[in-house]
């Protein structure tokens, strides 16, 4: 299957296009070397030395691998941020690709070298054409995936030491149609909070279940019992999530352990419905353990915050994107996603939008973070052109 946008900036289009076998070579050669979570030096190595040679001031160690690149043209004191995730995941890849990860055990399975390029893409036309009025700032960010780098590069002075009037960013997205954006007002993805449930029984032979506290039985009891606080404490209209992801516990079916341990995944977007899930789950875990004479040692940790557009930078997205792709290519999200994203601290700070853009070959392209799922070169130079067009719009002479 082939696919064609209609650009109306057919100079952009052009200006990427004899960049695309640059484009490819680069993101391959990231997704060849992937790197974990705030390990990304070489990686931050590559990406700085790129921009370096481009003309920008490259400013490293933000976010401790993180890299704001700056380009400033005319007069204007108004600015634009642009971010890019650079992080890889712990997954085993499976792709078969000629340009596989010779890291064992880590792979770019979420696509984030495709982010990384298409910023670059852009960064290299922006500096080509300097068609715009004020300052650029680039933003390579680290540890999307675990530690929260835009955290982090905000803590480090991000928006302080690189004014932006706005901040964008997008997600590729293989289960949407090529080339369509598709975003929403609003909240767009949710909080993530984690926990660790510990059942402290007291193990004993199989046998003689009368001499033990068997925390099988209470684990089990509370994993039912958990799924009430959904149904049962929470808003009908309030989207939230408990899941019990892990369940572990014994080794023989002989023995009964000392403790049964499970983990969880909590999705929410209303800060009262987050902290009741906390609430609730606390006491449905130590109340059901001690219903069976047992007690639970909790580890309940806050994640990321709900990614929440603002509407003045989503509505500006959607135009530009009409124009830029056409109508037929933009498309509003019904309901916000369920994952979670560390964009929404930007989203916090500054005006904002975020969006993904479509990115399928065929219905049953393996999903992001799959040990197959591979990032779809051919949208590369849209990503890219994309960029351009938003600097250049937003910064208009
Ligand atoms: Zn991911
Ligand atoms: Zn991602």
Redesign the pocket.
């Known amino acids: 299957m082939t696919h064609s946008l209609q650009h109306p900036s057919s100079q952009t289009s052009n200006a990427i296009a004899n960049h695309m076998p640059d484009l490819r070579a680069m993101r391959h050669h990231l997704h060849r070397n992937p790197e974990i979570g705030l390990s990304e030096f070489k990686t931050s190595d590559f990406v700085a030395e790129q921009l370096v040679a481009m003309g920008y001031e490259v400013t490293r160690g933000l976010g401790k691998t993180g890299i704001v690149a700056t380009l400033r043209n005319g007069t204007s004191n108004r600015g634009v941020g642009i971010r890019a995730d650079m992080d890889a995941?712990p997954i085993h890849e499976e792709t078969g690709a000629d340009y596989a990860s010779i890291n064992p055990g880590i792979m770019h399975a979420?696509g984030h070298d495709g982010h990384t390029t298409m910023l670059l893409g852009a960064a290299k036309i922006l500096a080509e054409r300097r068609n715009f009025d004020g300052t650029v700032h680039l933003i390579f960010q680290p540890a999307?995936?675990n530690f929260g780098g835009a955290r982090m590069m905000i803590e480090d002075g991000l928006f302080e030491r690189f004014p932006c009037d706005a901040v964008f960013g997008l997600h590729n997205e293989p289960s949407l149609p090529f080339g369509q954006f598709v975003l929403r007002d609003g909240p767009i993805m949710a909080a993530v909070d984690e926990c660790k449930i510990t059942v402290n029984g007291y193990g004993g032979h199989g046998a003689e279940p009368q001499f033990a506290s068997d925390p099988i039985v209470a684990g089990a009891s509370i994993i039912m019992a958990l799924q009430t606080v959904v149904s049962r404490n929470i808003h009908p209209l309030m989207p939230t999530v408990v899941t019990v992801g892990a369940f572990h516990a014994g080794v023989a079916s002989n023995v009964i352990p000392e403790t049964a341990e499970m983990l969880l995944t909590i999705r929410s977007f209303d800060p009262e419905a987050r902290d009741e899930l906390e609430k609730r789950i606390r006491m449905v875990a130590e109340g059901q353990a001690a219903s069976y004479g047992m007690g639970v040692t909790l580890d309940y940790e806050r994640g990321y915050n709900a990614t929440i557009n603002h509407k003045a930078e989503t509505d500006y997205i959607a135009n530009l994107a009409r124009r830029f792709a056409g109508a037929e290519n933009v498309s509003e999200m019904p309901h916000p996603s369920m994952g979670s994203e560390d964009f929404a601290y930007y989203l916090e700070k500054r005006p904002g939008a975020f969006f993904f853009l479509g990115t399928q070959r065929t219905e049953n392209d393996p999903p992001?973070?799959h040990p197959k799922y591979d990032f779809n070169d051919d949208i590369l130079p849209i990503g890219a052109a994309f960029w351009v067009e938003l600097a250049e719009d937003y910064l208009k002479a």
Do not use: A, G, S
């Open positions: 995941l979420c999307e995936e992001l973070h």
